[in-house]
C-alpha cells in the first residue's frame, strides 16, 4: 500500500541506498543499526506487509542482548523491552484506520521519553507522528525473493551515528 509519509525526504540530512543479498544481511544492517543506537533514538520501519520489518526489529533487539522472544506487535500493537542500557518500545500501527488512533490508545507518552522507539507501519500514524531520526524502507528485490532493496534516511545527530556505522560495517552488497 502506498500512504504518505510522515516526514517528507526534505527533512532528511542524509540517505543511504544499497541491496541485501539474504536474511542474514537483513540481519547484519540492524546489529550495525544497533551498535550506533542511543536513548531516545526513533526508528521508522516501511515496507510492504513481508518486507521484512519484523525480520529487522527482531535483530536489532538480538545484537542489544535481548535473549528471549520477540513477538510481532502487529495484534498488541506496542511490545516493550528493558535492555540493559534503555527501554525500547516496537510497535507496529498497521491496525489503525485513522490517523489519531495511536494518540487515542495512548501510544503518544512513549514517545516523550528516552526510550527507543521502533515504528512498523509508521504511515499509519499520519502526520502528527514525531519525524524519526532514522527511517528504513525496505522493498523485495524483484530478481530474488530472498534479497531486499533497502533506503535508510538519516536525520539530525542520532540517525547520522547509525547511518555511519552502518556504512563502517559495510554489509550491502554492491549493486
Ligand atoms: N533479505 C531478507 N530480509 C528480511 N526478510 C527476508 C529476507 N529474505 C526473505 N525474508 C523473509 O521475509 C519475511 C519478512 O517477514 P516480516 O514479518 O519481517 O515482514 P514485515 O515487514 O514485518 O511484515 P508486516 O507488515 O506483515 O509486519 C520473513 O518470512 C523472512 O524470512
Ligand atoms: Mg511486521
Known amino acids: 500500500m502506498t500512504a504518505p509519509n510522515p516526514a517528507s525526504d526534505k527533512a532528511f540530512d542524509e540517505t543511504l541506498e ?14 550495525a543499526v544497533a551498535s550506533a543506537l542511543s536513548p531516545g533514538t526513533s526508528i521508522h520501519l516501511s515496507g510492504d506487509l513481508g518486507a521484512g520489518k519484523t525480520r529487522f526489529a527482531r535483530a536489532l533487539l538480538a545484537a542489544l542482548g ?4 520477540v513477538k510481532s506487535p502487529t495484534f498488541t500493537l506496542v511490545e516493550p523491552y ?3 542500557r534503555f527501554d525500547l518500545y516496537h510497535f507496529d500501527f498497521y491496525r489503525f484506520s485513522s490517523e489519531d488512533e495511536w494518540r487515542e490508545a495512548g501510544l ?12 512498523e507501519w509508521p504511515e499509519m500514524g499520519g502526520a502528527g ?13 524483484p530478481d530474488d525473493d530472498g534479497a531486499r ?6 536525520r539530525g545527530p542520532r540517525g547520522l551515528a547509525c547511518l555511519n556505522a552502518v556504512r563502517d560495517a559495510a554489509c550491502f552488497d554492491s549493486g
Do not use: C, I, K, M
Open 18 to 31: 544499497g541491496r541485501l543479498g539474504d536474511e542474514a544481511a537483513t540481519a547484519a544492517l540492524a546489529a
Open 66 to 69: 535481548h535473549g528471549g522472544r
Open 82 to 84: 528493558n535492555l540493559p
Open 108 to 119: 503518544d507518552e512513549y514517545f516523550q521519553g528516552l526510550a527507543v522507539t521502533l515504528v
Open 129 to 141: 507522528l514525531p519525524a524519526p531520526d532514522l527511517r528504513v524502507r525496505l522493498d523485495p528485490d
Open 149 to 154: 532493496r533497502v533506503r535508510l534516511q538519516a
